[in-house]
């Protein structure tokens, strides 16, 4: 063929391949290389590599840094690792967004898990209503010591601030005591009926003392933070995707119960958070009923957004820090006392009846042993192990799930989603369960049974603290993860209980490029070392979220450009 012929059909060619969108073999190049490190993928089949490649959002190749180097093209960005290491992005499988005190705290309830006496409370209580405009909102964090006190009630508090509302929350979200002030404006009237699944603690005329337990106290937060500006929640939310990020968290599964759902989502939806966001339904209720139908409108909006609404979570019962989780032996701490339930046994039957009848995974808090065993009970009624296991039915904290009940958890294909900081009260368990403390918050036990763990902080965010808790479990240490394990949960575990292990969780090729670069080895370092690791780089779906210009440096430290 002539030159010029030639020529002439090359380009023809070439216009052709335009046209159609063909790519050259360059154009396959990944985007970016990630050598030189220790990349935990999570990945059962190949859970460590040193070296990955990323095109677009997806991670398209990982192995050794000479096989990942050679599909690099001249436009192809390199971050060397030197030897640091990736895992993929956390998962926080259980968080509450926009869950926090109207005001700032005093000193008094600084501490993690603060347990002062009330009289030392109603003491600070009355020093900072002295300083502080009428009106002014006093928010503290208090323990049992406090909440099982006759004399904390309302008509205290109102004695100390009778005008400052006031806002004593047990620090484990299941017990608040207010005054006269804050009820008004929780538009809580002296004799108001219960809600379902809370209550209200009354006087000996049946008026409402001041103490509310669960939906009576979260109804009463939900209609007190309304009155917070939209700016104020998508500040503390963008301040959260900020830390998360910091963290090498990627995705948050948010348990949405502190505002009615149309601001929820017009907060989050605001504060363009740079993490996967899944919101979960968390209804309120009434004196009435459960409001099971009032996220409908969000779900259906949720279908032109890119955050997703799915899911449905119910709280069936408390936590055993205030003896509310419904156990089947005794509490050690309260002769013939079991605990109490949110709920009578035909409604949990109704909302096990409404996930067996309904596409919506369900959620629930389940704490004591007999919770757990009533749960099971009921579903297995309901159908046969394999419809519930495609629906994968979440317990978020499962502590009570014993040895006896775990075979029938697996055959039903139930998740455990743990919350590693209830982990840490080794001192609170031994009093309230004696020699029973061993049979809960099962961990290891659930992994080896190949029950699906997830893990989320409802609590501290950090999730190396809550690695090293879920690594040592504090309360059981028999139940202990290891590092790997615990991480495996942390990322493809919580993919797993969202219905998203096949897009997200794993460093594999095919899944999206979520991933943190972490300022150190959490495989290796001491265990009170762990608290202290960051993300150095953060990405999410490819794309730089943090960057703290760690690897920058270093490569300039080694003579790098």
Known sequence: MAPRRLAAV???????????????PASNAPDLVLTGGRIFTADSARPWVQALAIRADRIVAVGTSAEIQALA?????????AGRVVIPGINDAHDHLGWGPLGTPDAFSESPMPDPAFAQVADSVAAIARRTPAGTWIYASVGTTVLDDPAARRAALDRVAPAHPVWLQGWTGHGTLMNTAALRIAGVADTARDPVGGWYGR?????IDGLLHGYAAWNARRTIQAAQQDSTLVRTLRGAGD??????ITSVQDMSGTFDPARAMRVIRAAELPVRVRVIPMPATTSAGRLTGEWNDERQRQRSTNIPVSGVKWVLDGTPVERLAVQRAAYADRAGHVGQSYFPIDTIAAIVAEARASDEQLMVHVSGDSTAALVLSLMARADNDSAWRRRRVRLEHGDGLAADLQPLARRLGVVVVQNPSHLALPHIMGARLGARTTAYGPLRSLVERGIPVALGSDGPRN?????LL????????????????????????????????????????????????LSQDIFTVAPDALPATVSVLTLVGGKVVHDSGALQAGARSRGAP
């Open 243 to 248: 830390e998360m990020v910091r963290f090498g």
């Open 463 to 467: 999730p190396y603290l809550n690695i």
């Open 73 to 81: 093209a001249p436009s192809t960005r390199r971050i060397e690792l």
């Open 470 to 517: 879920a690594t040592i479990h504090p309360n059981n240490p028999a139940q202990a993860l290891t590092r790997e394990q615990a991480v495996r949960a942390y990322t493809w575990g919580s993919a797993y209980a969202e219905h998203a292990e096949r897009e997200k969780g794993t460093l594999a090729p095919g899944m999206l490029a979520d991933l943190a670069v």
């Open 203 to 207: 006087d000996q005329v049946g008026r």
């Open 10 to 24: 090359l380009v023809a060619l070439c216009a052709h391949a335009a046209s159609t969108g063909a790519q050259s």
